[in-house]
């Protein structure tokens, strides 16, 4: 008999499962479907790039429709309301849908700790429409500050705050950095880049990009000092007002654009769910990924809480790349009624792009060796060149990165 197996997500975690499925699940063995909102995987390291004109839009979303049609999987584009766990249904505003294992890879939402003011007056960076919005922001302001007069004014208009010195913050403002060094301070001659602009950083943890090697931390924190980006560390946020921040120390930084990468939480599906969770709210998975123990639920990526060596894997999208093949063995398994087998983590390693010719790689398979700068930033490159998806897309953000180097960033707001 065919089994049915429901795939919710098309991230990181759902699409590369995906690509492993067709290599060892046999069409006749199960009906494979897909459930995702929207109709397109989004690279999600690239986004800050669309943010700050350096990539188009399309560049960064792959068609989940090309992952799955032409391998005879079924994609649904739908907003999952619920799971019945009791009689093995995903619901979704359309239609029900029954199976026999169900995939849980619905990835994390923005985390706002309960700050207030967070999501009225700060930009998030998590989805396409999030970098998008941003980038019109960036551009808006320069284009309102290009006519005021007044100097008090116009430096509060051009102070950007980023709160979350993770990843995603530090490259966001070491990026921003470029496009105003290198783009944007030739077409707005009335604007004073040096004394005018201020980039703003902020963390409560004691360095920048507090979850990778201390060494990538030094030489990003050095490379943020260059591009003159203020990095205020050990401080802690408690409110967000409309072109303020306040910390907790009683201090208040003011500008205009205030972007928010504090980090992520798990997705309000998944806490729906009468599932065994951790603290964080990450489903509990076995060696297998199997949920409670049972066969007919798993999670992987951001939606599970993988101990590995008595910690949790993080949630990030290498993870979810190296969990899919292990997971997808297990899905093909459980469907054959064989034993999954456990998955044994290998880290690669981190990188952190820092701009123009700039990065830090630490690659663990190579004793944990530590690379910056030029070659560091060559490896970056490559490395995500090669994660894309898609001829198309490689070809797009290959030529995309040589004009935006050579010719500048993308700095027209269109529709």
């Known amino acids: 008999m065919t089994k049915r197996v429901i795939i919710l997500g098309g991230g990181f975690a759902g699409l590369h499962l995906i690509r492993r499925l067709e290599r060892i699940l046999r069409k006749a063995e199960a009906d494979v479907t897909v459930v995702d909102r929207q109709n397109y995987h989004l690279f999600t390291p690239l986004l800050y790039q669309v943010a700050t004109g350096e990539l188009p839009p399309h560049a960064v979303a792959y068609p989940l429709r090309d992952a799955t049609a032409p391998i005879g999987y079924r994609f649904v584009q739908a907003e999952v309301d619920r799971i019945d766990l009791a009689s093995r249904a995903v619901h979704t505003v359309d239609a029900d ?53 007044d100097p008090t004014r116009r430096r509060e208009a051009l102070t950007f705050i980023i709160v979350g010195a993770g990843p995603v913050g530090v490259e966001l403002a070491s990026s921003l950095r470029d496009l105003m060094d290198h783009t944007l301070r030739r077409i707005y001659p009335s604007i004073d880049f040096n004394r005018d602009v201020t980039i703003h950083l ?60 504090g980090g992520v939480k798990m997705n309000p599906l998944v806490a729906s769910l009468d599932l065994p969770k951790a603290k964080d709210g990450r489903l509990i998975v076995d060696a297998t990924f199997r949920v409670g123990g049972r066969d007919d639920v798993l999670a992987l990526g951001d939606a599970a809480y993988f101990e590995y060596q008595g910690r949790p894997l993080p949630q990030l999208a290498q993870v979810a790349v190296l969990e ?3 997971a997808a063995r297990n899905v093909a398994a459980l469907v054959r009624g064989e ?77």
């Not at 007056?121 to 922001?137: F, M, N, Q, T």
């Not at 967000?240 to 907790?248: A, D, H, L, P, S």
Request: aromatic share 8%; hydrophobic share 45%.
């Open 97 to 149: 849908l029954s199976y026999d294992h169900l995939v849980i890879a619905v990835g994390s939402v923005t985390n706002d700790y309960g700050i207030p003011g967070v999501r009225e007056h700060a930009v998030s960076v998590k989805w396409l429409a999030d970098g998008e919005d941003l980038k019109r922001r960036i551009l808006d302001t320069f284009e309102d500050a290009a006519t005021i007069a």
């Open 202 to 261: 902020l963390d409560g943890a004691d360095r920048v990009i507090p979850q990778m090697n201390p060494r990538l931390s030094r030489i990003a924190i050095r490379r943020l000092e260059r591009q003159r980006v203020n990095v205020l560390l050990r401080t802690l946020v408690s409110e967000i007002g409309e072109g303020c921040v306040r910390t907790k120390d009683g201090a208040e930084l003011r500008g205009r654009t205030i972007i928010w990468s």
């Open 324 to 326: 899919a093949p292990a």
């Open 339 to 415: 034993p999954p087998k456990p998955f044994v983590y290998k880290r690669k390693g981190d990188l952190i792009a820092l701009g123009r010719t700039q990065a830090g790689a630490e690659l663990a398979r190579f004793g944990g060796l530590v690379l910056s700068g030029l070659p560091a930033w060559t490896v970056w490159r490559v490395n995500y060149l090669m994660q894309l998806l898609g001829v198309r897309n490689r070809g797009t953000l290959l030529v995309e990165w040589l004009l935006s180097y050579f010719a500048g960033r993308l700095v027209a707001n269109t529709p």
